[in-house]
Each structure stands twice: as structure tokens, then as C-alpha cells.
């Protein structure tokens, strides 16, 4: 078969690169996201890992989490409270306008026309405003916002938890991670005996 000029066909080894390429990649993803999961096992309540602490007493550590989340809620939504802006979009309109119309009247008397009849053609030529407003958005309060970030935060870790049961029971290790990582090395060994 020919190969055409334009785009000439990868060869073997170079196909056996962009692989090694890949597999290195998903490797160092792997292990990146081990870390980060592994800095949450080495924190410690009473000597125990967290998860351990999280799998032995579930509804208390739902109830820890729901009012950490709630206050975190609660904090970030009293700071973005105070950065609300000074001005309205109402009065922005007005003050846009009204500076539109004493623009077009000041050329007029710019030109030489009279002060009262410039200011008199000039709102006879424009439309009246009318300011909709938009429909005011839903505010959520302080309260929904912590429910919300302790109820993401719960069932983060409820997933995490069941993940972590689930592999078990299929692998007997305790924790997904261990189970990720005895597979990963299993292909290693393959290769390394043949």
C-alpha cells in the first residue's frame, strides 16, 4: 500500500512510544490522585486513620460533616454578602440616559439654537424610559448555601465509604486505593516474568 505524501504512517517504534507516553501518563495521574487520597488516610482522630474513624461510627461522622459544611456555608455566605455592589442597574440606566439627553442638548445649543428649545426637541425626539427590571433571582440564604456544601461534602464521602466497602468485598483489601494499586501491579509482574 502507498503511503501518501502528506501524512506518512507512524512506524512501529514510534507507536510503541506514544503507548510508553500514555501509560506514563495515566500512571503519574494515578499516583497523583493516590496522594491526594492518601494525605486524607494520614490524618488521625485518637490515633486512629480517618477512615477508619468514618466506617466505625458513619452517622456521627454524617452529623460532624453536615455541621462543618454548614458552617463553611454559613461563613462564605456572610462574605459574599458584604461584597455586593453599591449601585443598581436601575440607576445606571438613569444616569446613562439623563447624560445621553444633556449631550444631545448641549450640541444643539452648541450650534446655536436656543437652551429651552434644545432641551425641548431633544425630549420631544426621544423615547420615554421605561426601566423593566429584571426578574429578581431566588436568593439562597446562608443556611441553604451550608446545607448544600455539607450535603456534597456527605455524599462524598458516603461514596467514597461504599466504594471502599465494595472493594473489599471484592478484592478483601480495605481500601480502593490498596485495590487500584495491587492491580496495577499485578500487569508488572506479568511482565516482568515473561
Same mark, same amino acid.
Given at each position: ?5 502528506? +501524512?506518512?504512517?507512524?512506524? $512501529? ?17 494515578? %499516583? %497523583? ?22 466506617? +466505625?461510627? #458513619?452517622?456521627? $461522622? ?13 461563613? /462564605?455566605?456572610? !462574605?459574599?454578602?458584604?461584597?455586593? #455592589? ?8 438613569? !444616569?446613562?440616559? %439623563?447624560? $445621553? ?32 427590571? #429584571? ?11 451550608? /446545607? ?34 495491587? %492491580?496495577?501491579?499485578? #500487569?508488572?509482574?506479568?511482565? $516482568?516474568?515473561?
Amino acid at each position: 500500500m502507498a503511503e501518501s505524501a502528506t +501524512s506518512p504512517s507512524p512506524t $512501529s517504534v514510534e507507536l510503541r512510544a506514544r503507548l510508553e507516553a500514555r501509560e506514563r501518563s495515566i500512571q503519574n495521574h494515578l %499516583a %497523583a490522585l493516590e496522594t491526594e487520597v492518601t494525605t486524607v488516610a494520614d490524618v488521625t482522630v485518637q490515633g486512629q486513620p480517618l477512615p477508619d474513624v468514618i466506617r +466505625s461510627r #458513619p452517622l456521627q $461522622s454524617a452529623g460532624l460533616f453536615l455541621v462543618g459544611g454548614l458552617t463553611m456555608g454559613l461563613l /462564605w455566605g456572610l !462574605r459574599r454578602r458584604r461584597r455586593r #455592589p453599591r449601585t443598581s442597574d436601575h440607576d445606571e440606566v438613569l !444616569r446613562l440616559y %439623563a447624560a $445621553s439627553m444633556l449631550e444631545t442638548a448641549a450640541q444643539r445649543v452648541a450650534r446655536g439654537e436656543d437652551p429651552e428649545a434644545a432641551i425641548e426637541k431633544t425630549f420631544r425626539r426621544r423615547p420615554p424610559l421605561v426601566y423593566a427590571p #429584571p426578574p429578581e433571582r431566588q436568593r439562597r440564604g446562608a443556611l441553604a448555601a451550608g /446545607w448544600e456544601v455539607a450535603f456534597t461534602t456527605a455524599v462524598g464521602f458516603g461514596i467514597k465509604t461504599a466504594l471502599d466497602r465494595l472493594a473489599e468485598r471484592l478484592t478483601g483489601e480495605e481500601e480502593l486505593f490498596h485495590a487500584v494499586e495491587e %492491580a496495577r501491579e499485578e #500487569p508488572v509482574r506479568a511482565r $516482568s516474568v515473561t
